[in-house]
């Protein structure tokens, strides 16, 4: 744009700026014209054709499956449909994993590996072929990638497609139910990154967890709900519904235990429980605040190796009636990572074998630090280590929920200059 501005901070003369369509402006707001009654199944087509008119082809949508293992083609008409694609070993995994997109030189050209990114989580890769690409094309397709995210969240709501091509084998109700209740398992600003992950994936019962970011408080629950099956499940709603009112509500960590402990109570009676482990984190000064009823206590992670466990006062699962909790307090260092976990992650054991423990989940922690970046990737692969560590299977639920605190600003993602 041709656009002056004034001294003094004021606003340029319009007449001054040029307000014509360009050839991107175009191709890119058809997509948001067209969004708000697009039907799900004409996204593919769309997204084709807008492709085609960069000179692309071949355009494959992949997005990743529940376990997190393989990126998944998306179904549609003038899509490319391939085999699914190995997170942890393909140029589309590396674009996925750390949200940066990926080039690979072909006989025809070069492929196209564009992160599909949601806010900051990352809902797939699109992939496509160039004959060449410049970096007008790569500015133009990076933009068009993000709207076509935007698109596919959208319309997630609206279809079965989306969840359809992500499951890899049949999903029980409870984690059906499970999965519907989760927030986006990544979020990453200048300020702070979350990531979650629970196990096993397609048939996850009791455990879950949730969190928000409002203004400069970070605040995160992880739970446990006693029991397997549709039971569990149904506790864990319950529980994760509470805390989000309580949450909304505004109100203090020692209140918003005794409001879930209320509601699991007076729902399912006195011999129901669910654990649960409650956060609040100022983003901006690093101050952290935690309520632990039951949980056990979680990793400080510092330059990439864990320094000790956050041991706290712990009070009786939500449920029980508990003490009023006392709150621990811990102020976090730029970079120091937070990991949360359930007991089914370190209490699984074969038969007559001893169990996980958490020493060997630190050893575990320690090397994948080493070898991972972004919150995301470690989550991710550590979660599929301990699993194959402890025989490929387990006979409870687990989570891991990662935190990592920044300490940066975010203000300049406001302005325009």
């Known amino acids: 744009m041709g656009a002056a501005v004034a001294d003094g901070g004021r606003r340029p003369d319009k007449a001054m700026v040029d307000r014509s369509e360009g050839f991107g402006e175009r191709l890119l707001g058809v997509l948001l014209d067209r969004a708000h009654e697009m039907p799900p ?83 797939g890769v699109m992939a496509l072929t160039l004959d060449t690409a410049d970096d007008d094309d790569r500015r133009l397709l990076r933009r068009l990638a993000g709207l076509v995210a935007d698109m596919l969240v959208t319309k997630h709501s609206y279809t079965d497609q989306f969840f359809l091509a992500r ?14 209740l989760l927030p986006p398992v990544a979020m990453s600003t200048p300020q702070v990154a979350v990531a979650g992950i629970l196990e096993p994936a397609y ?26 099956g549709l039971d569990a499940a149904t506790m864990a709603t319950v529980a994760i519904g509470a805390y989000r009112h309580a949450r909304r509500a505004d109100i203090g960590l020692s209140e918003m235990y005794a409001f879930m402990d209320r509601a699991i109570s007076d729902q399912f009676g006195p011999d129901h429980f669910v654990t649960a482990q409650m956060m609040r984190l100022n983003v901006a000064t690093g101050h952290l605040q935690r309520v632990n009823a039951g949980h056990p206590a979680p990793l400080l992670i510092r330059d990439h190796q864990v320094v000790r466990q956050l041991e706290s006062a712990t009070t009786l699962p939500v449920g029980f009636g ?59 692969a550590l979660s599929h280590a301990l699993m194959e560590e402890r025989g490929g299977t387990t006979s409870d639920d687990a989570t891991l929920f990662l935190i990592e605190w920044r300490g940066g600003a975010a203000d300049h993602l406001a302005t325009l200059d």
């Open 41 to 123: 199944q004409l996204i593919a087509p769309l997204i084709a054709e807008e492709v085609a008119r960069v000179g692309g082809h071949d355009v494959t949508i992949l997005l990743q499956d529940y376990g997190q293992r393989v990126l998944v083609p998306l179904s549609g008409r003038r899509l490319t449909i391939g085999e699914p694609e190995p997170i942890g070993d393909s140029h589309a995994g590396t674009a996925f994993l750390h949200a940066t997109p990926v080039e690979v030189p072909q006989a025809d050209g070069v492929r196209m590996y564009l992160p599909l990114l949601d806010g900051s989580d990352q809902v």
């Open 167 to 180: 499951r890899r084998e049949p999903m029980s109700v409870a984690a059906e139910i499970q999965w519907s």
């Open 203 to 228: 048939n996850v019962a009791g455990d879950s967890f949730d969190y928000a970011l409002n203004d400069d408080i970070l605040h995160v629950a992880t739970i446990d709900a006693m029991g397997h």
């Open 322 to 380: 508990g003490e009023q909790p006392r709150i621990s307090e811990q102020t976090l260092k730029r970079g120091d990572r937070v990991l949360c976990f359930t007991d089914g992650l370190i209490e699984e054991h074969e038969a007559g074998g001893e169990q996980f423990g958490v020493e060997q989940l630190i050893d575990w922690v320690n090397s994948i630090e080493r070898a991972e970046k972004g919150v995301r990737a470690v989550v991710r």
